[in-house]
């Protein structure tokens, strides 16, 4: 093909050559409940906090999306070296809410939630024995963690069915309309 | 089995190698050009923003990777750290075949007059290691149009009153704004300023066998998926294969420069794909391989006639690592800006670049390119939400409210910040780590804001109902734009080579790539290496077609 000739029709059939899945049935394999790394609890406590940092409306929030399955595949991967303050961080969570609250994270209702990660947030546990890891760091990176699943490109195994980029009304796939040949 | 000797090795691919190999090998030389990634590929990246150039949490994808490549990160306290490169403290530029030039955003910019005579124009700032380019604009000017004609540019300068003088027009006409552009060029006039459009190494039109931009929102941080794009990799990398002249040898590392008993330089030692240690001599040698990387290379290339090191005898190579004081602001504004219409940036103005009263350079602004989601959960007001209901409805109201204006302040040099190889931390194949340290002068944080402040300026004439300025840190600077590790000059003792690149004291060896840059400009800096990479080999060919082998 020369290279003048691209048409947008073959460049979206080249485009989907290249990304495997942008036809819609089978897409969203990599969201599933195959875990890696993460234990049922941990990832029903990651889930909890997933959907504070991005809370449902009416567009999905941060479980729905797959943030948690997006964490636990780079826990496997390029974020391995995170594994040992997931862990003990999401015991943390868990232990330190039974003591204050007298639930664990997943047990409490959306707005004990809400002021307990603040508080969390803001240092006020940061004393507490969350097995040598600072509580307030971990919320800052399970935070950073949390928003990467929900922006970034589904092919990490977040953001199922592109639910972030069709909130920001992001067209989906890319070039309908641009294409100016 | 050996390898076969050759006239020119060229190290790196990107922006000045890449030219370097082409302009060498179609003049008849035999060259190597070492790569030390692979071809990046659009359907193997795709639309990928978590690994992209512009934020890269899970690894750059158009490298180099992390399981073979980290440095040292010194802080502000004298604190070292292991980093990697998908850590903005590793300062990453690139590693694939045309390096950079494959996924950036390709502003193609001249610097001005002035940016090559930073010391005569403003003095010397205390601290600082400031100097002027031993070449000026002028000397440099018929490569600009070499690198602009050869490469591909779209632009128009004639609307930029603060142009430098060109002989000929850039070979595309200009792109055309997006809303948000659009918005800001009407501003723009109202306030006095002097908008004109970006020149962009992109085709507008057709050019080069490769066809017109469409238009995407992911183009800078990316490949380009119907190469509309000019890098050095679709560009001079193949003609200069074409001529039969030169090969491209990729995925390997390049990790020292051998030398003879009379100091002349005799080739490279590198490990190849599968890890084996070869050697590759050649009559000259040019190094292109990246501020940090070409500084790295020389430090690691000790014998006993350059015991510190090539080109080091004057402790000159490493320092005054630059890159930009980056700085702007942000605008929300009631109605919707954005209308998908990519890259973004488009619109520009120069007044600001130079000659502002008591600042020591400048900046030219330009409106931003667009910002993918991940990236844009990071754009917020002061006292923003971070996460939580807030946070979301901030990105699903304002993605397409928001534009932002910012610019690359030209800093003052500094001989302390810099690249030195680590003397305890070493890479997957046991070859000492750069390590990067260092810090920006007073100097170039009181011209980011004054520079903030004139992209704030801007927002407010465009309507926006709330902005924000964003300011540096103090940090040393580098990343994408980083340069002058190895800068010309007249004087061996303050400088690494001469000004045609050639390192002081060693006929055969030189550099064409941003480490030359005595100052960076205050623009992007890739066309100005494009340039440096035709003015280095052109002095090359001269000498070899006058019989000169550099011995």
């Known amino acids: 093909m020369d290279a003048r000739s691209i048409t947008r029709r073959n460049f979206i059939r080249m485009s989907a050559i290249g990304a495997g899945c942008l036809t819609i049935a089978g897409c969203w394999s990599s969201v599933s409940s195959h875990r890696y790394i993460l234990t049922n609890e941990e990832a029903e406590t990651l889930d909890a906090i997933a959907d504070q940092i991005i809370p449902p409306d009416d567009f999905s929030g941060g479980r729905e999306a797959g943030v948690t399955n997006f964490i636990d595949r780079q826990l496997s991967g390029v974020y391995s070296e995170h594994i040992p303050m997931y862990r003990a961080c999401l015991k943390g969570i868990n232990e330190t809410g039974i003591e204050v609250y007298g639930k664990p994270f997943g047990g409490m209702d959306f707005d004990t939630q809400l002021e307990y990660l603040r508080a969390i947030e803001s240092g006020r546990y940061n004393d507490g024995d969350w097995d040598g890891f600072t509580p307030s760091s971990f919320f800052n990176t399970v935070r950073n963690h949390c928003l990467q699943g929900f922006y970034g490109s589904p092919r990490h195994g977040g953001n199922k069915n592109y639910v972030s980029y069709r909130m920001m009304r992001l067209d989906y796939p890319l070039i309908i309309g641009r294409n100016v040949h | ?551």
């Open chain 2, 1 to 551: 089995m050996a390898n076969k000797h050759v006239n020119a090795i060229v190290i790196g691919s990107g922006a000045g190698g890449g030219v370097a190999a082409k302009e060498l090998a179609v003049a008849g030389l035999s060259v190597v050009l070492f790569e030390r990634g692979d071809w990046a590929r659009y359907d193997e990246h795709n639309n990928d923003e978590l690994t992209s150039q512009r934020t890269f949490p899970l690894g750059c994808y158009f490298g180099p990777d992390n399981d073979r490549y980290w440095r040292v990160a010194v802080d502000g306290q004298g604190n070292e750290r292991i980093v990697y490169p998908n850590d903005w403290s590793y300062h990453n530029n690139a590693a694939c075949v045309g390096s950079g030039t494959v996924s950036y955003g390709a502003m193609a910019w001249r610097f001005m007059e002035e940016c090559f005579r930073f010391k005569t124009t403003y003095g010397h700032v205390e601290g600082s290691s400031m100097a002027d380019w031993p070449i000026s604009y002028h000397d440099l000017e018929p490569y600009y149009e070499k690198a602009e004609w050869d490469i591909g540019v779209a632009g128009d300068d004639y609307q930029n009153p603060f142009a430098p003088p060109r002989r000929k027009p850039h070979p595309m006409p200009p792109f055309k704004h997006n809303r948000e552009a659009a918005m800001l060029e009407a501003a723009a006039r109202k306030i006095g300023f002097h908008p004109f459009p970006i020149p962009m190494l992109r085709n507008s039109v057709p050019y080069g066998g490769r066809p017109a931009c469409i238009r995407m929102r992911n183009c800078v941080g990316f490949a380009c998926p119907v190469d509309a794009k000019c890098g050095t990799q679709n560009t001079v990398i193949p003609v200069a294969v074409k001529t039969g002249n030169c090969e491209l040898r990729i995925k390997s590392q390049v990790y020292g420069i051998m030398t003879n008993g009379s100091g002349k330089v005799t080739g490279v030692e590198y490990f190849d794909e599968r890890d084996r240690r070869q050697v590759q001599t050649a009559d000259l040698v040019v190094v292109a391989a990246s501020a940090t990387e070409t500084a790295r290379l020389f430090l690691n290339s000790k014998s006993d006639l350059h015991p510190d090191g090539l080109g080091n005898r004057y402790d000159q190579v490493g320092r005054n690592l630059q890159g930009h004081a980056y700085c702007g602001a942000d605008g929300l504004f009631e109605e919707e800006v954005y209308d998908d219409v990519g890259p973004g940036a488009s619109v520009a103005v120069g007044d600001f670049a130079h000659h502002n009263p008591g600042i020591v350079g400048g900046a030219m602004l330009a409106n931003e390119f667009i910002r993918m989601p991940y990236l844009f959960s990071g754009v917020r007001p002061p006292g923003s939400a971070g996460w939580g209901k807030g946070h979301k409805d901030f990105q699903r109201h304002n993605f397409k409210r928001h534009a932002s204006v910012r610019g690359p302040v030209q800093e003052v040099p500094n001989p302390e910040s810099r690249v030195q190889v680590s003397e305890t931390v070493k890479d997957y194949w046991g070859i000492p780590v750069a390590r990067i340290s260092g810090f920006k002068l007073d100097e170039d944080i009181k011209t980011a804001r004054f520079i903030s402040a004139k992209a704030e300026e801007w927002l407010w004439a465009a309507g926006a109902k709330q902005v924000w300025q964003s300011i540096p840190g103090t940090g040393v600077s580098g990343s994408q734009h980083q340069s002058g590790t190895c800068r010309m000059g007249d004087d061996p003792q303050t400088s690494v080579t001469n000004k045609y690149g050639q390192v002081h004291g060693i006929d055969n060896l030189f550099v064409a790539d941003g480490s030359l840059h005595v100052t960076n400009g205050a623009f992007n800096p890739v066309l100005t290496i494009m340039a440096l990479g035709y003015w280095v080999s052109d002095y090359i060919v001269k000498e070899w077609n006058h019989g000169n082998r550099f011995g």
